[in-house]
């Protein structure tokens, strides 16, 4: 599976954004996928997962009832949509896909993903 991510760029606080993850091959459906976020100097971190099926999401704290994942299987992508958002979400973010056939959890660990996809920037001004 390779992953493409994009949709990052320069928004203000409050403002939204929507990131894209287009995936080639013909498992997508059934790897679950997540995204993930790395701010200057600090570690990855895990921001949003959701099953094969669409059917369960899962986030993190700090963006719960701001950010929403989804899935269209039909167009082999996952998307982000990110509303309110604060400077402090300022990062490069990542989508991932679980191991084929593998449940949402792994993706909320987030240390045994099969596969990367580039990273696109997400600037929050304030």
């Known amino acids: 599976v390779q992953l493409q991510a994009s949709g990052g760029g320069l928004v203000q606080a409050g403002g939204s954004l929507r990131l894209s993850c287009a995936a080639s091959?013909?498992?997508?459906?059934?790897?679950?996928m997540g995204w993930f976020r790395q701010a200057p100097g600090k570690e990855r971190e895990f921001v949003a997962a959701?099953?094969?099926?669409?059917?369960?999401?899962y986030y993190t704290d700090s963006v719960k009832g701001r950010f929403t994942i989804s899935r269209d299987n039909a167009k082999n992508t996952v998307y982000l949509q990110m509303n309110s958002l604060k400077p402090e979400d300022t990062a490069v973010y990542y989508c991932?896909?679980?191991?084929?056939?593998?449940?949402?959890?792994?993706?909320?660990?987030?240390?045994?993903?099969?596969?990367w996809g580039k990273g696109t920037l997400v600037t929050v001004s304030s």
């Open positions: 991932a896909a679980a191991p084929l056939n593998s449940p949402i959890v792994v993706v909320i660990h987030g240390n045994q993903m099969g596969y």
């Open positions: 091959g013909s498992t997508f459906s059934s790897h679950a």
């Open positions: 959701i099953s094969w099926s669409g059917g369960s999401t």
